[in-house]
C-alpha cells in the first residue's frame, strides 16, 4: 500500500516531458513494497529515471532488473563469461564505434522488443560521453490530428541485420550463418502500462514503411526523424561514476554521444523484455 503523504523516494523532474532523478533509495539492498511502486510509478511518468551514487554488484544489478520483469539476451553482443544477461559497453581508444550512436529504441527489430533498459556506469571520460534521451509520447502529441490519424493505421519494419551482421567480430564473435530478427511493428504504438501513444520508428532499426513506395517511405521516415530528434521532447544525461539510468523502451529513444574518443567509457546493462507492440 502506498502512503502518498510519507512518500519513500525522491523524484525530480529533469524537464516536463521525460527524465527524472530519483533520490533516497539504496539500490543495493532489497526494495520494500512501496520503494518499488514509487520507482515503478516514475518510470512510467517519466520514461527515463537517473540513480546516483549506487554502489550495486553484478548480482544486485541483475536483481533490480528482474523486478521488472524477465531478462533479455542480446540477440548479437557477447557476454561476460557466465552472466548472459550482461550486455557490456565499453569504448576506448581502439574503439571503431560504440553501442548505441543514433538514435533507437533497443533491439526494436525482436518480434517482442525490450520493455526497458538498465545501464549502469563503472568509468566515466573526464568529460563527455553522456547520453540524450527522447520522448516518443511528446513526440506523437506534438503532432498535428491529420498526422496522427495518418500514422496511426501504418507499420513498418524494423530488422537488425544491418546493425549487428560482424558488429562483434572484433570482440571474437563469427556470426556467419546466423540470422538476426526482423519485425513488424505498428508506427504508433499504445504503451501497454499507461495507455498512451507512442511514435514507434527509429533511425537505426527501422527500414521502411509497409505498402509503401520506396520513396514515400523514405520521405515519411526522413520527417518522422527529424521531428523524433527536436530538442524539446529530450533531456540529456550527464554521467558520474556509479550513475544508473533505466529507460522504458515502448515510450523513448536515446542516444550515446561520443565524443570523449581515445577516453575510456565502460557501463554494463541489463535488460527486461517486453511484449510485442500494439
Ligand atoms: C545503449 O544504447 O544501450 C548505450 C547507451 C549509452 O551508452 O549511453
Partial sequence: MQDMENPAIQVRPLTPNIGAEIHGV?????????????????????????????????????????????????PAAPSPEGYPEILVVHADEDSKRITGEAWHSDVSCAEEPPLGSILYMHQVPPSGGDTMFASMYAAYEALSDAMQRFLSGLTAIHDG?????????????????????????????????????????????????????RKESAAL???????????????????????????DNRCAQHYAIWDYYPNVRHALRVTVKGDRPF
Fill in 26 to 74: 539504496d539500490l543495493s539492498k532489497p526494495l520494500d513494497g512501496q520503494t518499488f511502486e514509487e520507482i515503478h510509478g516514475a518510470f512510467l511518468e517519466h520514461q527515463v529515471i537517473f540513480f546516483r551514487d549506487q554502489k550495486i554488484t553484478l548480482e544486485q544489478h541483475i536483481a533490480f532488473g528482474r523486478l521488472f520483469g524477465e531478462l533479455h539476451i542480446h
Fill in 221 to 247: 521516415l526522413g520527417f518522422l526523424y527529424e521531428h523524433i530528434a527536436s530538442p524539446e521532447f529530450q533531456c540529456r544525461f550527464n554521467w558520474r561514476q556509479n550513475s544508473i539510468a533505466f529507460w
Fill in 161 to 213: 541485420e544491418h546493425v549487428y551482421r560482424g558488429r562483434y567480430r572484433d570482440e571474437g564473435v563469427d556470426d556467419t550463418g546466423k540470422t538476426y530478427p526482423s519485425a513488424e511493428h505498428p508506427v504508433v504504438r499504445t504503451h501497454p502500462e499507461t495507455g498512451r501513444k507512442a511514435l514507434y520508428v527509429n533511425s537505426t532499426f527501422t527500414k521502411r514503411i509497409v505498402d509503401m513506395k
